[in-house]
Structure formats: C-alpha cells, structure tokens
DNA sequence: TGCCACTCACTATAGAGATAGGTAGTTTGT
DNA sequence: ACAAACTACCTATCTCTATAGTGAGTGGCA
C-alpha cells in the first residue's frame, strides 16, 4: 500500500499528469519506492475513485487531453494518517545475502564477478544519491521547489533538513553495502586463492 | 525465484520434510529470506514437479505419514548455476526511508515514535543475528553442524567463514540503520522541540 | 478420558509487482 | 512531407507475497 503514499507525497508538492508523475518519480521518490508506470496509472485512477485524488482535463495541443491530478482535502489527511500510522516492517529479502551464505558453491570467478557487480552497481546507487542530496541542500531540486513555494521561508530548513536525513540513511545503506562487498573480494581471494598466484 | 534457491540451500544440508523446512527457515535462511509456509509448501510441490527435488513418504506414529524432501542432482546443477549467474538487483522499496522525507508531514510526537519503534525492531533483529552468528562461529549452529558433515575438515574453515560473511553483512547494515534511527531521533527534538521543554 | 500443544500439509484469495505490450497525439528536425 | 522521438495513457498476464484459514494425526499430562 505504500505506493499509495508516495504518490501522495509526490502530488503534495504541486498537481500532475501521470505521466509527470511517472518522469518526476525516477528522480525522487524512486530512491526509495521504486515503481513502474503500468503500476503508476492504475493506482492514480485507483485513488481517483476513493478520493484521494481530484482529476482536470487539460488540452494539450489540437486534439490530445491530459489529465491533472491534485490532492483533495481527503488526501490530505490520509497522508497525514499514514505519516502518524506505524511504519511497515518490511521482511528481509535480500538475494545477495542469501548466495554470500553459500559462496562455497560458486566458482571461485563467478563469485568475485558477482561481488563486484553488486559493488558497482551501489556505487553508482550511491553517486546518483550523492547528486539528489546536493541538488536538495542548495534547493535547486526541482520537485523540492516547488514543495517549498507553499510554506513560510521559516519552515524551509526544516523541511530540507527531514529529506536531507532520508538521503543520507539510504547514503548510509549504500556506503555499508559497498564497504561488505569490498570485504568479500578479500575474502574470496583469500579463500580461493588470488587470481594471480 | 530466489525462494526456490533459498529452500535449496536448505535442503542441501540434509533432507527436510516441509514441516522442517518451514520451521528451520525461520532460524537460518530467513534472516536473508523470509517466506511463510503457505508460500513454503506449494513451491516444494513444484520444485519436485520440476526434478529439483524427490520425495520419500516416511511413516510417522501410528497412521501419520510425512514427505521427505531431498536435492536431486538436477536440484544441485540448479543451486550452482544459480550461484554462478549474477545476482538480481531487488529496488528500493523502503516505507521508513519513505517517510523519514516527508517528517515534515508528521506529528512531532508520532515521529518520534516511528523512530524508537524502527530503532527496536533492527535493536532485536540485531540481536538475533548477533547470536546465530555466535552459534555458526562455534559451530553449534544444528544446520550448519549437519551441511558439514558432507565436506573434509579441511574445507569447514572455508564454509563457516562465508556464512560469518554473510551474517557481518546483515549485521553492518541493522547497525547502519539504528545508528541513522538516533540521529532521527535528534533530529526531531532539535526541530521540533524536545518534548521536555 | 479429555484436553492441549504441537506436528504435518495444504488451500483459498486478494493484492502487489514485474514485464511486455498497445494506441494515439505532439513536437522537432530534415 | 516524413520520420523519429517524445508525451500521454492504458491493458494483459504472470508471478510473487501476505493473510487467513482448514483438517487430521501425535504425544503428554491431569
């Protein structure tokens, strides 16, 4: 049901179209609620129907329509019910995990290319996360922008401050991620033997 | 998919009926796993539909009867080529961290609380990962005792090592996220006001 | 003898999520 | 004039996961 919610954080800052939405949420949200738009479009009409949402159709070009969604006044306190609500504990299910456990099945090359990739892949998770946080700090993410045009100048840092700390804990996440696959790459050539013994 | 591999490496230690297998995950692979056993059972059926697996009917008291399930070699082939082909990368999907950036939204009371609950949840399953760890490293660990029994001794140094491996990577990543929990915690009071004040 | 906790195995159902499409209009460049 | 790329929205299907059951046998103990 959480993505629900985030799409509910996401329309908080200003209406959209779902396929705004769809482009705005790789570049926030997605960091840490991923979704596809074949999930995007179903549950904003999904929303639309409960009363979350309110929709306006606007034209685009001659003939094309596209369809705005705001957040309603019930939207409004769903979202907030939900930030008050206990958070989700979500089981560990972690497939990289699992085949560390069980590493003396693998070939000696197949591990270390495996440790690898999952290394570079949270390298790069975290560089991207790097640049959001900064964009975020000097105000200049976009969404944030937008966001902060309906509060008082007081209450921006405080805002900032609260999504500056989700970054930095997925930060953290990925940090903790690629320091563990380091340690295995040591330990697999301990174990195995160095390639280039 | 990755349940099919978890459950395999289970039965790699031994055979299982589904009633251990269900029970045992719990203690072992559920800390990088999780599944219920209405999830355990069916895919145990279809695992022996596909040859992964065989099964004995092993009488139990006097009219009970329970299925035993044992890795065939075509099972095997499978865990290994699993083991060898690249780990798949789970997205981001993460409610605390989703809320953790909308705080703003928040009751400071509410915050507060989500936090000390998200911190005692990791505080327990630290814990608990804390001493499985424990019991693989001195190798009362009853899975891992009956996994070794398949290997020379010259090899259990290697085993034990990949699953402390895997454990230390569990543990890096609760300590990462109770540690990102307090500084929450700070976070909240020195923005919202200690609750003390 | 009756009860309880546990062992064993499974089913039913609904929702979430991944993957792969389809269709129609718009804008931009050549 | 046409193609390519982008905007917009949606569907179909399959798998995965969660939740909540069913029902029968066993072993102990009061």
């Known amino acids: 049901m959480s993505l629900r919610f985030a ?22 949200v997605a960091h840490v609620w991923h979704a596809p ?6 549950e904003l009409n999904r929303m639309e129907r409960d009363g979350l949402l309110e929709s306006a159709v606007v034209p685009w070009g ?4 596209k369809k705005e969604y705001a ?4 939207g409004v306190t769903a979202f907030r019910e939900w ?26 090359g197949a591990a270390r290319t495996e440790l690898e990739q999952f ?13 959001t946080r900064a964009t975020l700090l000097d105000r200049s993410h976009p969404t944030l922008a937008r966001r902060l045009e309906h509060y008082d100048e007081r209450e921006w840092d405080r805002i900032v401050r609260y999504k ?4 930095d804990g ?6 903790t991620a690629i320091a563990w696959a380091e340690r295995g790459l040591v330990l697999v050539d301990e174990l195995e033997g160095s390639p280039v013994d």
């Open 83 to 108: 930030m008050d609500s206990p958070i989700e504990i979500r089981r560990q299910r972690e497939p990289a995990y699992l085949k560390a456990a069980y590493l003396e099945w693998a070939e000696p």
């Open 7 to 28: 799409l509910l954080a996401l329309l908080t800052s200003r209406p959209m179209t779902g396929y705004d939405v769809s482009k705005q949420f790789s570049q926030s």
């Open 37 to 42: 738009d074949s999930q995007i479009y179903p």
């Open 170 to 175: 997925l930060i953290d996440q990925a940090r």
């Open 164 to 167: 500056i700390f989700a970054y």
């Open 71 to 74: 957040v309603t006044e019930s």
């Open 119 to 131: 290394r570079d892949y949270w390298t790069e998770h975290l560089a991207m996360l790097e640049a």
């Open 62 to 65: 001659k003939k094309g329509t």
